[in-house]
């Protein structure tokens, strides 16, 4: 008989002790100190651009796109005048950044949070996306945290030492990258196109985001998408299970650091991967402070040793009195200070309401202008209707792994393949070896439907393929577009 009867209701008496340890273990909020300085930051470097506009964006002087107005409901936020969304903006910038100094923390959070759910309400077609959808959920999680504990104005005002709290704000963060990660991984398993590399291959082609200096690269070498796709779904399907500690930790932050830089480089998003740079400091602990501590205390300690042998003048920065950043200041400050964002927008006139004749007015376009906009579009010609021709030897996946102009007769292989440009319609393609002289020593044809983005034709090179130079034709409705010179040896 077992020494320990019980084992089955220590399991379930262990199981909700270890949550709870999970949950609400003390801590000094470290990791949501880093948090609360660094997404709020990343959050007004991208509204900030939007100011300008704020009349027209989110107001009843201008056009709003509320989400409900597509399901014939009423918009739940009022619509104010400019002036007044010009100054709730202007606060929303404000309280991002006292957020972001830790200055009467939790306030500032809620007000952050409050401003960037209304704003968002008010524009689905811009302001409301993945990334301020997200960032807000971190302001929420913010407001009911003790982020300021710490690296704060607040913690500088009280003078005390950093005080710990629960954990579970920083827990629920932690989940939250987890199950946005686990989401968008169900969401590609859905999606064939993803996986053929189809997908990412167009989207690095594209310039709708920001320049990026990769991605016209990375879609000539569309294995290379093929293998990074099957890595992204697997590191987001198990981000949520094994970033926790270790070297899960460590793998799974560092796959996606890279993941997040290659956003940047391939398809020229910016705001987005420094959001969730920002988020994955939520991972910072004790341990991991102690140890950056021990490594700044020694490179102090060997500046030190150098500056000793310089003759540099000592100086002391002037203290601010504690005086000037009470909540009495925080409480009158910004009302004024939002109060200011609409006299500038007033004084700045940027419709040209109280300037020369008034508002600009629609100018009736010339009959050129005219003849040119209702022309009929201009036929596509039929080379712009494929995007690369690629032969050679070997296949990873559905692509030509291995560009070659060197075949081997009797036996060997060679895989021509064409990538086609979306939308195109249903052609005919036909595929040559053509000898020297214009002979066809081979081909390979066949009707591609519209929504097919790539074609293959594979060759066996037998008897009637001898040694010598040939040249493979890709040849769209009945016109060459496309040459790859081979050459087919004996050996």
């Given at each position: 008989?077992?020494?320990?009867?019980?084992?089955?209701?220590?399991?379930?008496?262990?199981?909700?002790?270890?949550?709870?340890?999970?949950?609400?273990?003390?801590?000094?909020?470290?990791?949501?100190?880093?948090?609360?300085?660094?997404?709020?930051?990343?959050?007004?470097?991208?509204?900030?651009?939007?100011?300008?506009?704020?009349?027209?964006?989110?107001?009843?002087?201008?056009?709003?796109?509320?989400?409900?107005?597509?399901?014939?409901?009423?918009?739940?936020?009022?619509?104010?005048?400019?002036?007044?969304?010009?100054?709730?903006?202007?606060?929303?910038?404000?309280?991002?950044?006292?957020?972001?100094?830790?200055?009467?923390?939790?306030?500032?959070?809620?007000?952050?949070?409050?401003?960037?759910?209304?704003?968002?309400?008010?524009?689905?077609?811009?302001?409301?996306?993945?990334?301020?959808?997200?960032?807000?959920?971190?302001?929420?999680?913010?407001?009911?945290?003790?982020?300021?504990?710490?690296?704060?104005?607040?913690?500088?005002?009280?003078?005390?030492?950093?005080?710990?709290?629960?954990?579970?704000?920083?827990?629920?963060?932690?989940?939250?990258?987890?199950?946005?990660?686990?989401?968008?991984?169900?969401?590609?398993?859905?999606?064939?196109?993803?996986?053929?590399?189809?997908?990412?291959?167009?989207?690095?082609?594209?310039?709708?985001?920001?320049?990026?200096?990769?991605?016209?690269?990375?879609?000539?070498?569309?294995?290379?998408?093929?293998?990074?796709?099957?890595?992204?779904?697997v590191w987001e399907a198990v981000f949520l299970f094994t970033a926790w500690r270790g070297l899960g930790r460590k793998v799974m932050l560092g796959l996606g650091i890279t993941f997040h830089a290659?956003?940047c480089l391939v398809l020229g998003l910016y705001f987005f991967p420094m959001l969730f740079f920002g988020l994955y400091l939520c991972f910072l602990n004790e341990d991991d402070v102690a140890w950056?501590?021990?490594?700044?205390?020694?490179?102090?300690?060997?500046?030190?040793?150098?500056?000793?042998?310089?003759?540099?003048?000592?100086?002391?920065?002037?203290?601010?009195?504690?005086?000037?950043?009470?909540?009495?200041?925080?409480?009158?400050?910004?009302?004024?200070?939002?109060?200011?964002?609409?006299?500038?927008?007033?004084?700045?006139?940027?419709?040209?309401?109280?300037?020369?004749?008034?508002?600009?007015?629609?100018?009736?376009?010339?009959?050129?202008?005219?003849?040119?906009?209702?022309?009929?579009?201009?036929?596509?010609?039929?080379?712009?209707?494929?995007?690369?021709?690629?032969?050679?030897?070997?296949?990873?996946?559905?692509?030509?792994?291995?560009?070659?102009?060197?075949?081997?007769?009797?036996?060997?292989?060679?895989?021509?393949?064409?990538?086609?440009?979306?939308?195109?319609?249903?052609?005919?393609?036909?595929?040559?070896?053509?000898?020297?002289?214009?002979?066809?020593?081979?081909?390979?044809?066949?009707?591609?439907?519209?929504?097919?983005?790539?074609?293959?034709?594979?060759?066996?090179?037998?008897?009637?393929?001898?040694?010598?130079?040939?040249?493979?034709?890709?040849?769209?409705?009945?016109?060459?577009?496309?040459?790859?010179?081979?050459?087919?040896?004996?050996?």
């Amino acid at each position: 008989m077992s020494s320990r009867p019980n084992d089955r209701e220590d399991t379930f008496v262990g199981l909700p002790a270890r949550v709870g340890r999970f949950f609400f273990d003390r801590e000094v909020p470290y990791g949501l100190a880093a948090v609360r300085i660094a997404v709020p930051l990343v959050l007004f470097g991208d509204m900030t651009r939007r100011w300008p506009h704020v009349r027209e964006l989110f107001s009843a002087d201008g056009a709003t796109a509320p989400l409900y107005i597509n399901y014939g409901f009423p918009s739940p936020v009022p619509e104010f005048p400019g002036a007044v969304a010009v100054a709730l903006f202007t606060l929303f910038l404000a309280t991002l950044l006292t957020t972001a100094a830790g200055w009467m923390t939790r306030l500032s959070a809620s007000i952050a949070f409050a401003l960037s759910v209304y704003f968002g309400l008010l524009d689905m077609i811009g302001t409301l996306s993945k990334f301020t959808v997200i960032a807000t959920h971190a302001l929420l999680l913010l407001s009911v945290s003790e982020s300021g504990a710490v690296w704060s104005v607040d913690a500088w005002r009280r003078g005390t030492p950093p005080r710990a709290s629960a954990a579970w704000p920083r827990r629920l963060m932690q989940l939250l990258i987890g199950i946005v990660y686990f989401a968008a991984a169900m969401t590609k398993i859905q999606t064939p196109e993803f996986f053929s590399g189809e997908q990412m291959m167009y989207w690095t082609l594209t310039h709708l985001n920001q320049w990026h200096p990769l991605g016209d690269e990375l879609a000539m070498h569309p294995t290379v998408l093929v293998l990074s796709a099957y890595i992204t779904v697997v590191w987001e399907a198990v981000f949520l299970f094994t970033a926790w500690r270790g070297l899960g930790r460590k793998v799974m932050l560092g796959l996606g650091i890279t993941f997040h830089a290659m956003n940047c480089l391939v398809l020229g998003l910016y705001f987005f991967p420094m959001l969730f740079f920002g988020l994955y400091l939520c991972f910072l602990n004790e341990d991991d402070v102690a140890w950056f501590k021990r490594g700044w205390r020694n490179l102090r300690l060997r500046a030190a040793a150098v500056t000793r042998l310089l003759p540099l003048p000592s100086v002391t920065p002037p203290a601010l009195p504690r005086a000037a950043l009470s909540p009495a200041v925080f409480v009158c400050g910004l009302p004024l200070l939002a109060g200011a964002g609409a006299v500038a927008e007033f004084a700045a006139d940027p419709y040209d309401a109280r300037t020369g004749d008034g508002k600009p007015q629609l100018r009736p376009v010339s009959d050129g202008e005219a003849a040119a906009i209702l022309a009929p579009t201009e036929e596509v010609r039929t080379i712009d209707k494929f995007f690369s021709f690629t032969v050679g030897d070997a296949m990873f996946g559905p692509y030509v792994f291995r560009p070659v102009d060197r075949f081997v007769a009797d036996g060997g292989k060679l895989h021509a393949q064409a990538v086609l440009q979306p939308p195109h319609e249903d052609f005919w393609v036909e595929c040559q070896l053509r000898r020297p002289d214009g002979s066809i020593a081979a081909r390979r044809s066949g009707l591609v439907a519209r929504e097919r983005l790539k074609v293959r034709y594979d060759f066996l090179l037998g008897p009637e393929v001898g040694p010598g130079d040939y040249d493979v034709v890709l040849v769209i409705e009945g016109e060459d577009v496309a040459v790859r010179p081979v050459t087919v040896a004996a050996e």
